[in-house]
């Protein structure tokens, strides 16, 4: 059974960098939708960014673009999400999913997406 195990989150400055890690293991994460999402104290979900399966599409909402990138390392059976210039309004508990199928024009919406990691909390601050 899948199961996504997330790593990378906590507290950095603004301008900083990090990287999100979204782990495997017993599937090929590679056959999968995967999907970056996060939720700000108070907001609902949003999606960030998501990667398609074996196909290398990607999807990047606009409050990221030039920021952050998303990527895959089959070799290690990951997804990855390099956040750079993290701003605090960044600030929020992110996830990763992924998604039973898999659908272009939907990448990217959250109600294709019914596995979800515990998520994790990025905190930019100074």
């Not at 999400?81 to 990763?96: A, F, H, I, W």
Request: proline share 4%; net charge negative.
């Amino acid at each position: 059974q899948l199961q996504l195990v997330e790593s990378g989150g906590g507290l950095v400055q603004p301008g900083g960098s990090l990287t999100l890690s979204c782990a495997a293991t017993g599937v090929v994460l590679d056959y999968y939708p995967i999907g970056w999402f996060r939720q700000a104290p108070g907001k609902e979900r949003e999606w960030v960014s998501c990667i398609g399966p074996q196909d290398g599409k990607t999807v990047e909402a606009d409050f990221v673009k030039g920021r952050f990138t998303i990527s895959r390392d089959n070799d290690k059976n990951a997804v990855y999400l390099q956040m750079n210039d993290l701003r605090p309004e960044d600030t929020g508990v992110y996830y990763c999913a992924a998604a039973g199928q898999y659908i272009a024009q939907r990448l990217c919406n959250l109600y294709e997406y019914d596995k979800w990691g515990a998520g994790m909390r990025v905190a930019v601050s100074s």
